[in-house]
């Protein structure tokens, strides 16, 4: 559960998890709650930021949940999950990113706001690429979707089921 941080002030008295520097990009989703509404994407976004080994050294993606530090380390721990989660307790995070709608995407590099979702409603492949062409360009951006789409054939199908792209295949 190393990877689980709280924004607190009780715990981290000066500083946002989110303003220590990375040598990566970091892609932050934050949600509204851990139950009810947007579960499923809370779910559906662990699954896409962790054990994918495309990701790896391209990006770190950290998740924001605007819950009880309690009740985020339960999920976490029930899940199972070890994507790096922050519990925004008192919202100071949600507030100062302005994430008005739930989830609200944010991409950060070398410390700074690079890119926000603006558009409600956004799924995560849209997410993804438009991140990823912000951070990365849009060749590489464009690269890494079709090696996480290899990779999702490969995870799923098994090897047989990845094969060379070719013409209208390619993104």
């Known amino acids: 559960m190393n990877q689980l941080l709280f924004a607190n002030r009780r715990s981290l008295p000066h500083h946002s ?9 970091i892609l932050v989703i934050v949600f509204g709650g851990c139950e009810g509404c947007g579960a499923q994407s809370l779910k559906d976004w662990v699954d896409t930021l962790e054990g994918w080994k495309v990701w790896e050294g391209e990006f770190k993606g950290v998740i924001v949940v605007r819950d009880k530090e309690v009740k985020v380390k339960e999920v976490w721990e029930k899940n199972g999950w070890k994507v790096s989660v922050i519990a925004d307790e008192g919202g100071e995070i949600s507030e100062r990113l302005n994430a008005f709608f739930s989830p609200r995407a944010y991409g950060f590099s070398k410390g700074k706001l690079v890119w926000v979702q603006k558009r409600v409603g956004m799924g995560i492949v849209e997410v993804l690429e438009e991140f990823l062409r912000e951070v990365k360009g849009s060749e590489k951006a464009i690269e890494l979707m079709n090696k996480w789409s290899a990779e999702m054939r490969e995870r799923f199908w098994g090897k047989a089921a990845v094969f060379e792209l070719k013409g209208s295949d390619k993104r």
């Open 17 to 25: 998890p989110l303003t220590i520097r990375h040598s990566l990009p």
